[in-house]
């Protein structure tokens, strides 16, 4: 019975939460891969992209409450999500056209377009701040529980609870479907293979009739897409702060580096090793000690670092990789 409490307790705390967040960040590291990648520039900005997604999807979520539009027990917060994608995606567009595009014609070295982007995160954040306000604003409406800690104890006799909230299964999902859609759209059809090709080498597509520009303007569509449903699930997952995706940022490219930057399936791999490395070192361990060795009571928490310093394990593995595997563990492109 204590092996199970044990389990349990692993599950409740860390498989369940950190699958989420792995999702999450595996999302936004598609973002991130995907403009490097095709684009050759590291987008400091993403971050706040996913934040100012999550803001107009979260302004029109409050639009259709007034409205009494609901989505049953799912968030409305989904049925706004294609508008936070349009809009979204419009600004993008806009920067690109107003910022990246001169760089870009003038073929400026990636470090260029990389400080431009920083420019541009501040740009985000500030109009993301205007929108919504810096407090932490909680809109998760609809059912929230699939299985309640109450319920599971009634049905397994354990004294240890499992809980499951609706927005950690929807996270899933919805990862799992839009990486398929990603995936397929990339090696399937022509606009993606348009986008590898261009990816892989410029001149070459450019000689094979591809349209550059085209190529552009749909990265950063799919770019803004995953920013923006990223920034929506993590912030019906927990709480939408705007200064919170800024530090996002970090295990985002972390993610994105640890799978190999340039490569899609390193990013939802990394995405999900970094979820796991942050939850799993910042648990503190002493229930689990205690279901498993009764007779030991430790005297500490058994956890490796505070939760305030849970960021401080994605720059770690940063800096690993780097150092002894630059290329990630997908082999992704060089930087």
Not at 191 to 215: C, H, Q, T, W
Not at 252 to 273: E, K, M, R, S, T
Not at 304 to 321: A, N, Q
Request: charged share 15%.
């Amino acid at each position: 019975m204590d092996i199970l409490n044990a389990l349990v307790a692993i599950l409740n705390y860390v498989i369940i939460p950190a699958s989420a967040y792995g999702a999450q960040l595996a999302l936004g590291a598609l973002g991130v891969t995907l403009i490097y990648g095709i684009l050759r520039f590291s987008n400091f900005a993403h971050g706040d992209t996913m934040a100012f997604g999550t803001a107009i999807t979260i302004m029109v979520t409050w639009a259709m409450q007034r409205a009494g539009i609901g989505f049953g027990p799912l968030p409305t917060a989904l049925l706004a999500l294609p508008f936070g994608i349009a809009v979204t995606a419009v600004f993008v567009l806009l920067t690109d056209r107003a910022v990246y595009r001169y760089y870009r014609k003038r073929k400026s070295a990636p470090i260029v377009l990389v400080m431009a982007s920083i420019g541009v995160m501040f740009v985000m954040n500030g109009v993301t701040r205007v929108l919504v306000g810096v407090g932490d604003i909680n809109f998760d409406d609809g059912t929230r529980f699939i299985i309640t800690a109450a319920e599971f104890r009634a049905w397994s006799g354990l004294s240890e609870p499992l809980a499951l909230r609706s927005t950690q299964v929807i996270t899933l999902v919805a990862a799992a479907v839009i990486c398929v859609i990603l995936f397929r759209f990339l090696n399937r059809t022509r606009s993606g293979k348009a986008m590898r090709a261009f990816s892989d080498n410029e001149d070459l597509a450019l000689l094979s009739g591809i349209e550059p520009e085209k190529v552009v303007r749909m990265t950063w569509i799919i770019a803004a897409a995953l920013a923006t449903i990223a920034g929506t699930l993590y912030g019906l997952d927990k709480s939408f702060k705007a200064f919170n995706y800024f530090q996002l940022l970090l295990p985002i490219f972390a993610a994105a580096i640890v799978g190999g930057l340039g490569n899609p399936l390193g990013a939802v791999v990394g995405g999900f090793l970094v979820a796991f490395s942050e939850v799993a070192v910042t648990y503190p361990w002493k229930k689990v000690a205690g279901y498993l060795f009764p007779d030991w009571q430790p005297d500490g928490l058994l956890q490796l670092l505070s939760t305030e310093y849970k960021f401080s394990v994605s720059f770690v593995i940063l800096i690993v990789v780097l150092l002894f595997r630059p290329t990630g563990l997908f082999r992704g492109k060089a930087y």
